[in-house]
Nanobody
Framework: QVQLQESGPGLVKPSQTLSLTCSVSGGSITTTHYYWSWVRQPPGKGLEWIGHIAYTGNTYYSPTFKSRTSVSRDTTGNQFTLHLTSVTPKDTGVYFC???????????WGQGTQVTVSS
Protein backbone atom coordinates (compact mmCIF):
# COMPACT_ATOMS: atom_id res chain seq x y z
CA GLN A 1 0.00 0.00 0.00
CA VAL A 2 1.51 3.28 -1.11
CA GLN A 3 1.15 6.17 1.30
CA LEU A 4 1.92 9.83 0.68
CA GLN A 5 2.24 12.52 3.32
CA GLU A 6 2.64 16.24 2.72
CA SER A 7 4.61 18.47 5.08
CA GLY A 8 5.46 22.13 5.13
CA PRO A 9 4.43 25.51 6.51
CA GLY A 10 0.78 26.30 6.85
CA LEU A 11 1.32 30.03 6.55
CA VAL A 12 3.49 31.83 4.03
CA LYS A 13 3.91 35.57 3.48
CA PRO A 14 3.26 37.14 0.08
CA SER A 15 6.29 37.20 -2.25
CA GLN A 16 7.96 34.34 -0.38
CA THR A 17 8.61 30.85 -1.70
CA LEU A 18 6.34 28.01 -0.66
CA SER A 19 8.13 24.68 -0.20
CA LEU A 20 6.19 21.49 0.46
CA THR A 21 7.60 17.98 0.75
CA CYS A 22 5.81 14.73 0.05
CA SER A 23 7.16 11.66 1.84
CA VAL A 24 6.34 8.37 0.16
CA SER A 25 6.19 4.94 1.76
CA GLY A 26 5.21 1.55 0.42
CA GLY A 27 6.75 2.20 -2.97
CA SER A 28 9.77 3.83 -4.57
CA ILE A 29 9.54 7.12 -6.45
CA THR A 30 11.92 5.61 -9.03
CA THR A 31 9.60 2.73 -9.91
CA THR A 32 8.91 2.82 -13.64
CA HIS A 33 5.93 4.53 -15.15
CA TYR A 34 4.80 6.51 -12.13
CA TYR A 35 4.59 10.28 -11.96
CA TRP A 36 4.72 12.09 -8.65
CA SER A 37 2.45 15.07 -8.78
CA TRP A 38 1.38 18.19 -6.96
CA VAL A 39 -2.25 19.29 -7.13
CA ARG A 40 -3.98 22.09 -5.29
CA GLN A 41 -7.52 23.19 -4.55
CA PRO A 42 -8.19 26.88 -3.90
CA PRO A 43 -11.14 27.68 -1.63
CA GLY A 44 -14.43 27.06 -3.41
CA LYS A 45 -12.73 25.91 -6.61
CA GLY A 46 -11.77 22.69 -8.32
CA LEU A 47 -8.49 20.83 -8.40
CA GLU A 48 -5.54 22.38 -10.23
CA TRP A 49 -2.65 20.25 -11.40
CA ILE A 50 0.65 22.02 -10.77
CA GLY A 51 3.27 19.63 -12.09
CA HIS A 52 5.08 16.35 -11.60
CA ILE A 53 8.41 14.65 -11.41
CA ALA A 54 8.61 11.37 -13.25
CA TYR A 55 10.26 8.13 -12.16
CA THR A 56 13.12 9.19 -14.47
CA GLY A 57 13.59 12.48 -12.66
CA ASN A 58 12.18 14.48 -15.56
CA THR A 59 9.79 17.25 -14.64
CA TYR A 60 6.75 18.73 -16.34
CA TYR A 61 4.71 21.71 -15.22
CA SER A 62 1.34 23.20 -15.99
CA PRO A 63 1.75 26.32 -18.15
CA THR A 64 -0.17 28.17 -15.47
CA PHE A 65 2.57 27.58 -12.93
CA LYS A 66 5.64 26.88 -15.05
CA SER A 67 7.34 30.24 -14.60
CA ARG A 68 7.48 29.98 -10.82
CA THR A 69 7.42 26.25 -10.04
CA SER A 70 10.00 23.55 -9.61
CA VAL A 71 9.75 20.01 -8.32
CA SER A 72 12.79 18.13 -7.05
CA ARG A 73 13.31 14.75 -5.47
CA ASP A 74 15.42 12.94 -2.90
CA THR A 75 15.64 9.35 -4.01
CA THR A 76 17.47 8.30 -0.85
CA GLY A 77 14.72 9.71 1.34
CA ASN A 78 12.01 8.67 -1.14
CA GLN A 79 10.42 12.11 -1.17
CA PHE A 80 9.77 14.95 -3.56
CA THR A 81 9.42 18.65 -3.01
CA LEU A 82 7.43 21.48 -4.55
CA HIS A 83 8.84 24.99 -4.70
CA LEU A 84 6.42 27.76 -5.67
CA THR A 85 7.97 31.22 -5.80
CA SER A 86 6.48 34.69 -5.46
CA VAL A 87 3.31 33.49 -3.79
CA THR A 88 0.23 35.70 -3.48
CA PRO A 89 -3.02 35.23 -1.56
CA LYS A 90 -4.37 33.54 -4.70
CA ASP A 91 -2.03 30.64 -3.92
CA THR A 92 -3.99 29.88 -0.76
CA GLY A 93 -5.56 26.45 -0.76
CA VAL A 94 -5.15 22.79 0.07
CA TYR A 95 -2.10 21.24 -1.55
CA PHE A 96 -2.02 17.53 -2.33
CA CYS A 97 0.69 15.22 -3.52
CA UNK A 98 -0.42 12.26 -5.58
CA UNK A 99 0.86 9.41 -7.69
CA UNK A 100 -0.21 9.22 -11.31
CA UNK A 101 0.05 6.20 -13.57
CA UNK A 102 1.20 6.29 -17.19
CA UNK A 103 -2.44 6.59 -18.25
CA UNK A 104 -2.79 9.76 -16.22
CA UNK A 105 -4.93 8.30 -13.49
CA UNK A 106 -4.21 9.38 -9.92
CA UNK A 107 -4.22 6.20 -7.86
CA UNK A 108 -2.82 7.39 -4.53
CA TRP A 109 -3.20 10.71 -2.75
CA GLY A 110 -1.85 12.38 0.34
CA GLN A 111 -4.35 13.76 2.81
CA GLY A 112 -3.60 17.33 1.77
CA THR A 113 -2.17 20.26 3.65
CA GLN A 114 -3.69 23.70 4.05
CA VAL A 115 -1.51 26.60 2.93
CA THR A 116 -2.51 30.18 3.58
CA VAL A 117 -0.70 33.11 2.00
CA SER A 118 -1.13 36.16 4.16
CA SER A 119 0.92 38.92 5.68
Amino acid sequence: QVQLQESGPGLVKPSQTLSLTCSVSGGSITTTHYYWSWVRQPPGKGLEWIGHIAYTGNTYYSPTFKSRTSVSRDTTGNQFTLHLTSVTPKDTGVYFCARATKTGEFDYWGQGTQVTVSS
